[in-house]
C-alpha cells in the first residue's frame, strides 16, 4: 500500500515481502532491492514482532519470533546492507527503530521485546564503531507510543478497557500525546541525511520527553 501510495504520487517505489528474521530472506532482499536499484544508500530498520506474556509464559517459540524480527532481522539486513556499500567505496547510513523499551522497563507483558529494544540499542553503537571507516553511519531512534493505524486499531479492539492504559501512557509524556508517524519520520530523515553527517552511534529518543 505504501509502495502503491508513493507510486500514486509520482514517486518511485517497490514492496518486496521478507521475512526478516530468515538470513536467505534477508539476503536475498538487499540481493534484490541491489540489483533494482544498482546501489543502495540507506537502510531503515523498521519490522517488528512483539507479545504481550509475563515472561513465566513466555515460550521458546514466542521468544525466537520476537527476537528473530526484532533484533536478528535488524543485524542480518545490516549486515547485507554493509557488503555492498563497502565494495561501492561510497557512504552509507543505517536508521534503526527502537523503542523507550529499550532503555526503561515498561513491564505489561513487553519482556522479550524490551529485551530485544535493548539489543538493538547496543547493536547500533557497536554497529557504528565497527563501521565508521567505512563510512557506514549507525543511529538508533526510540519512540514512544504512536499513532498508527495497528495502535488505532488496538484502541477501538479494546474499546473502554483501553482508556486506562492510554491515560497512563500519555501521563508519562511531558508533551501530553503519543507521537505522530511523521514525529518518527522527520527523525529519520535527518539522521538518515548528509544534515548528520558527523552523527554516529546516537540512541536519540522522540518521545515527547518520556525518558
Given amino acids: 500500500k505504501v509502495a502503491a501510495d508513493i507510486t500514486a504520487g509520482g514517486g518511485s517505489a517497490i514492496a518486496i515481502p521478507a521475512d526478516i528474521s530468515s538470513e536467505a530472506a534477508c539476503t536475498d532482499l538487499i540481493a534484490q532491492v541491489f540489483a533494482i536499484r544498482g546501489q543502495i544508500d540507506i537502510l531503515v530498520n523498521n519490522a517488528a514482532a512483539g507479545t504481550h506474556t509475563p515472561p513465566q509464559d513466555t515460550t521458546l517459540e514466542i521468544w525466537d519470533t520476537v527476537i528473530g524480527t526484532s533484533l536478528t532481522g535488524y543485524f542480518l539486513n545490516a549486515r547485507e546492507f554493509s557488503k555492498l556499500v563497502i565494495a561501492a567505496k561510497k557512504p552509507g547510513a543505517i536508521v534503526n527503530i527502537s523503542s523507550i523499551a529499550g532503555s526503561s522497563a515498561i513491564g505489561r507483558g ?4 524490551s529485551v530485544a529494544k535493548g539489543g538493538v540499542n547496543q547493536m547500533t553503537r557497536e554497529l557504528a564503531i565497527e563501521w565508521a571507516k567505512s563510512k557506514i553511519r549507525v543511529n538508533a531512534i526510540q519512540p514512544c507510543s504512536v499513532n498508527t493505524p495497528g495502535w488505532r486499531k488496538w484502541v477501538e479492539t479494546e474499546g473502554e478497557k ?6 497512563l501512557l500519555v501521563r508519562g509524556i511531558p508533551m501530553g500525546r503519543v507521537a505522530e508517524p511523521e514525529d518518527i519520520a522527520h527523525a529519520v530523515h535527518f539522521l538518515a541525511s548528509d544534515a548528520a553527517a558527523m552523527v554516529t552511534g546516537t540512541i536519540l529518543p522522540v518521545d515527547g520527553g518520556n525518558l
Fill in 110 to 113: 513487553n519482556f522479550a521485546y
Fill in 162 to 167: 483501553a482508556k486506562p492504559l492510554m491515560e
